[in-house]
């Protein structure tokens, strides 16, 4: 069963489809690793995880996009979510990726980002995309850089504290 | 295909989806003391959460909170239906509508059409309402719909009293 009407877009190692429902534990569980989930927006209780849960697939109906599942191609497995997030608060929508647990260092992440962000420009026409990464978060700050994205300012986001915002190229820059 | 939201229309009223349109109301109550038993008071991106994890709960759930409207101006009014969050003891009808709009039985008119549809349109016949003891307003619009304590539970470290409908026959 689907629980929004988000594409299926493919890649060479994977496909990023809309969130289903055997995605909630896999989700829930990164949500509650206080040590993987911090950078992002950890919980300490199930209740919490899974009201983020509901959020994630709710943001897909209220503004018409969201993240994506990550789905490994080779096995099925959930391997984390990308795609383009927009909380009231946040300066500008961004493109975000969370890879979970076993999947890292195979550069799935950038696989999926990559593949998320060209969907954003191509299918829904946003002309720029920011990412908003915590101080000290170097991995995702790599790949942030990897994409091409560049440091553009400090900011105070309302749930993460002092954040670092990150644009990307736009379409026409990537184009040229 | 996901789960399409029932639209239920009342003499006065239109209960219908979370539309991000709705924000600057549900803020403006949200900000206030009224909203200390239904999650408040909370800011903005937390207001915006609510709407987006209220649409998620749809497709989770099959049933959800519907936003209630003026049927003739479409001015959002509040809230009302069926929640169940995985923390909860089983779904409950939840009705809440903002102070200005109060002492016209507009929660009644609501609260009673999202009763009707959830028999109608989920099945859900006997349902509960959650009230915490010191919110007498809810208390006495639970009375009116036929509602009576069952027991006292917790619910996310928040005492309060299960109410407990009467069968409700679907429409």
Same mark, same amino acid.
């Given at each position: 069963?689907?629980?929004?009407?988000?594409?299926?877009?493919?890649?060479?190692?994977?496909?990023?489809?809309?969130?289903?429902?055997?995605?909630?534990?896999?989700?829930?569980?990164?949500?509650?690793?206080?040590?993987?989930?911090?950078?992002?927006?950890?919980?300490?209780?199930?209740?919490?995880?899974?009201? !983020? !849960?509901?959020?994630?697939?709710?943001?897909?109906?209220?503004?018409?996009?969201?993240?994506?599942?990550?789905?490994?191609?080779?096995?099925?497995?959930?391997?984390?979510?990308?795609?383009?997030?927009?909380?009231?608060?946040?300066?500008?929508?961004?493109?975000?990726?969370?890879? *979970?647990?076993? *999947?890292?260092?195979?550069?799935?992440?950038?696989?999926?980002?990559?593949?998320?962000?060209? !969907?954003?420009?191509?299918?829904?026409?946003?002309?720029?995309?920011?990412?908003?990464?915590?101080?000290?978060?170097?991995?995702?700050?790599?790949?942030?850089?990897?994409?091409?994205?560049?440091?553009?300012?400090?900011?105070?986001?309302?749930?993460?504290?002092?954040?670092?915002?990150?644009?990307?190229?736009?379409?026409?820059?990537?184009?040229? | 295909?996901?789960?399409?939201?029932?639209?239920?229309?009342?003499?006065?009223?239109?209960?219908?989806?979370?539309?991000?349109?709705?924000?600057?109301?549900?803020?403006?109550?949200?900000?206030?003391?009224?909203?200390?038993?239904?999650?408040?008071?909370?800011?903005?991106?937390?207001?915006?959460?609510?709407?987006?994890?209220?649409?998620?709960?749809?497709?989770?759930?099959?049933?959800?909170?519907?936003?209630?409207?003026?049927?003739?101006?479409?001015?959002?009014?509040?809230?009302?239906?069926?929640?169940?969050?995985?923390?909860?003891?089983?779904?409950?009808?939840?009705?809440?509508?903002?102070?200005?709009?109060?002492?016209?039985?507009?929660?009644?008119?609501?609260?009673?059409?999202?009763?009707?549809?959830?028999?109608?349109? *989920?099945?859900?016949?006997?349902?509960?309402?959650?009230?915490?003891?010191?919110?007498?307003?809810?208390?006495?619009?639970?009375?009116?719909?036929?509602?009576?304590?069952?027991?006292?539970?917790?619910?996310?470290?928040?005492?309060?009293?299960?109410?407990?409908?009467?069968?409700?026959?679907?429409?």
């Amino acid at each position: 069963m689907s629980l929004t009407n988000a594409p299926r877009l493919d890649t060479d190692r994977l496909i990023l489809r809309g969130p289903s429902p055997h995605d909630a534990e896999p989700m829930i569980a990164f949500l509650m690793d206080q040590d993987r989930a911090g950078g992002f927006g950890a919980y300490d209780n199930r209740g919490d995880a899974w009201r !983020w !849960w509901a959020l994630n697939i709710g943001h897909w109906h209220v503004h018409g996009y969201g993240y994506f599942t990550i789905e490994d191609r080779a096995t099925g497995a959930p391997a984390g979510i990308s795609g383009i997030w927009n909380p009231e608060g946040w300066p500008e929508p961004e493109l975000g990726w969370v890879v *979970f647990e076993g *999947f890292e260092g195979k550069g799935i992440a950038y696989e999926a980002s990559h593949r998320a962000r060209q !969907w954003a420009y191509e299918d829904l026409g946003f002309t720029t995309l920011t990412s908003n990464i915590v101080p000290g978060n170097a991995r995702s700050i790599a790949l942030a850089e990897r994409l091409g994205a560049r440091y553009e300012r400090t900011y105070v986001n309302p749930h993460m504290g002092e954040d670092l915002l990150y644009r990307h190229p736009g379409p026409k820059e990537l184009a040229a | 295909m996901s789960v399409t939201i029932p639209t239920v229309e009342t003499d006065r009223l239109i209960l219908r989806e979370q539309r991000l349109s709705d924000l600057d109301a549900f803020v403006a109550f949200f900000a206030g003391d009224r909203a200390q038993f239904v999650g408040g008071p909370c800011d903005r991106v937390d207001v915006w959460r609510m709407f987006c994890s209220g649409a998620g709960h749809w497709q989770l759930r099959g049933y959800g909170i519907w936003h209630v409207a003026d049927r003739e101006t479409g001015a959002p009014m509040g809230f009302t239906g069926v929640l169940n969050h995985i923390d909860w003891p089983e779904p409950e009808l939840a009705y809440t509508i903002f102070d200005r709009y109060e002492g016209k039985g507009i929660a009644f008119e609501a609260a009673s059409a999202a009763r009707r549809a959830a028999a109608t349109h *989920f099945g859900l016949t006997r349902l509960i309402s959650l009230i915490a003891p010191e919110n007498t307003r809810s208390q006495a619009l639970a009375r009116r719909l036929g509602a009576a304590p069952e027991r006292d539970t917790e619910i996310r470290g928040h005492a309060c009293t299960i109410w407990r409908h009467p069968e409700e026959v679907p429409a």
